[in-house]
């Protein structure tokens, strides 16, 4: 297997795993913020603040994911 059929194999499979890992991950976020709002209305608004810096941390990492490919295919492919 040479180096071009390899990147062509293993950017897309990377970026499913991370897309995975951050839709698993948000799922989770966005669940444990409705269970802790619906114990505690009166937090409601600190908590969903919470959750939606947390979503957009983890949403990074899949943009990461999504931009490395590129990056890693100028280095090396030159």
Known sequence: MDKITAIALAYPLGLGLAAL???FGLGRAVGAAMEAMGRQP???GKIQTAMII???FIEALTIYALISPFI???TFLK
Do not use: H, N, R
């Open 54 to 56: 947390g979503a957009a």
């Open 72 to 74: 890693a295919q100028a």
């Open 21 to 23: 890992g951050s839709a």
């Open 42 to 44: 009166e937090a409601a």
